[in-house]
């Protein structure tokens, strides 16, 4: 009932021309695909050249970030208003590399998401614990408050179209991937908590991806997972032949 999700996020890469190249070859690889959703996200300047590019496909268009504002004076910012003119559908939030390097907050990050799903965008909300934290045994204290405050004051019917990303920080762009059972675990906790804070429907129904280093050759253990109901991949997002055989997964 939880319609899997692959999505590929590019981050800093790939210039405008190649954008379009790699978009294309995902295009004509991924037809007629209905029983999984397939999402690319390239650079701000790269959006609206690969939404043309993939209009007729079933590829869905996101955004990396931004502003939790609609227009005016907010040097540099982009809106997801903005981004629903280039042809985003989804927009990525609180990714660890803003959390991090950007120091972005979970209330800030509550403002993002109540303004995406303002504009009739999907979120996906990006949380997960450093190394640090995991093996201080704070992981289950870190996530909760990520969730808590990403998801404040939202009601249940606003959780209908947000997606949650589970991607612990040690082991994106790391080549360590948390063991298909370690996610596993994660993801029924983050799923025992929407309960909590929501209901049951929310919980059955909210798609709970992982994130950290998926490649083609541990993605098909990942996705048999009971609650694991997606990928957002990053390096191997950035390889045609790679994202179309994760798109491809077996479970
Ligand atoms: P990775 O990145 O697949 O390169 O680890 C994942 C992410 O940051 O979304």
Redesign the pocket.
Known sequence: MRKPIIAG?W?LNKTIAESRELSAQLAKSLKEIDDREIIIAPVYTALATVADVIKSSPIQLAAQNCYPEKDGAFTGEVSPEFLQDAGCQYIIIG???RRQLLNETDHFINQKLFRVLETGLKPIL?IGETLQERENNRMLDVLTTQIKGGLANLTAKQMATVVI?Y?PVW????GKTASAEQAEDVHSFIRGLLQELFDSKVATQTRILY????KPNNVDELMSQKNIDGA??????LNAEDFVRLVQFEN
Do not use: D, R, Y
């Open positions: 996020n981050k990714h660890s590399e990006c990303a991607e082991a994106i762009g790391t994130g950290g280093s998926v957002l991949v990053g390096g191997a997002s």
